[in-house]
């Protein structure tokens, strides 16, 4: 983005100044787009409408699914298809990535479960490189870091406030919910915590795993694709959101 905020400022008064009126920049990204773009002209932003974009549900996730394979001269079984759309909790970054690094394992012209496990690593790195590295690593403070790394392993059961703060010992727990909240880490589902995306639960204990074991993310075949089918969460997240 360097030198984007000031491109699209520029322009856009040129086109006010010459009386432009139906044309306009749509910018589509994470959540730190308006930060990069405000770089070299932090009044860029306010030139921008902000629209937040909710997660597809799984019905949704399914049919771009099952629409893609249709057209690529492959097939893809029904659990392949589903533990797809599961697992990309609604997101449409994790839905191509994770079905972009199956079709490309894949021999028989058959997506199977088998497929998705073995390019579920591939898969993780990439999320690693593009998000999670730079999220996890923005986890401050030894306090933070023993909450994320203990909701890692509830995704599919949000546990409650003082169940973990009894588990950690750490007093005043919510003093650091609320910004592990803001940054997109930690999600509140009916009074309840965990992770933003069971993605990201998995990259956590991969990390953990890392430490303890000395093994490295190319290592993750002990992590497989599950079965699970729960619905995105229908609550307002911040990762990743797509704003324009």
């Keep these: 983005f360097q030198g984007a905020g000031s491109f699209f400022k520029v322009v856009s008064e040129a086109w006010a100044i010459d009386g432009y009126r139906n044309a306009m920049f749509v910018v589509i990204g994470l959540p730190n787009v308006p930060a990069d773009i405000s770089n070299d002209d932090p009044s860029t932003p306010r030139i921008f409408s902000h629209v937040e974009l909710k997660r597809m549900t799984s019905a949704e996730c399914l049919n771009i699914v099952q629409t893609c394979i249709a057209k690529s001269g492959k097939s893809i079984t029904d659990d392949a298809a589903a533990a797809i759309a599961a697992r990309s909790g609604g997101f449409p970054y994790f839905l191509h990535q994770l079905g972009y690094d199956a079709f490309e394992k894949d021999s028989d012209g058959v997506i199977d479960m088998g497929d998705l496990n073995k390019g579920f690593s591939a898969s993780l790195l990439q999320f690693e490189r593009m998000f999670f590295g730079d999220l996890y690593k923005s986890v401050e403070g030894r306090q933070k870091q023993k909450i994320v790394?203990?909701?890692?392993?509830?995704?599919?059961?949000?546990?409650?406030?003082?169940?973990?703060?009894?588990?950690?010992?750490?007093?005043?727990?919510?003093?650091?919910?609320?910004?592990?909240?803001?940054?997109?880490?930690?999600?509140?589902?009916?009074?309840?915590?965990?992770?933003?995306?069971?993605?990201?639960?998995?990259?956590?204990?991969?990390?953990?795993?890392?430490?303890?074991?000395?093994?490295?993310?190319?290592?993750?075949?002990?992590?497989?694709?599950?079965?699970?089918?729960?619905?995105?969460?229908?609550?307002?997240?911040?990762?990743?959101?797509?704003?324009?």
């Design 149 to 244: 790394d203990e909701l890692s392993s509830c995704y599919s059961s949000p546990r409650t406030a003082a169940d973990f703060a009894k588990t950690l010992k750490i007093k005043n727990v919510h003093q650091y919910l609320k910004p592990l909240e803001k940054d997109g880490i930690v999600e509140k589902i009916k009074s309840r915590y965990r992770l933003t995306s069971e993605l990201l639960s998995i990259y956590v204990q991969a990390r953990i795993g890392a430490r303890t074991d000395h093994v490295n993310l190319e290592a993750m075949s002990k992590y497989p694709l599950g079965t699970a089918e729960s619905e995105p969460s229908p609550d307002p997240v911040t990762l990743p959101r797509t704003t324009k």
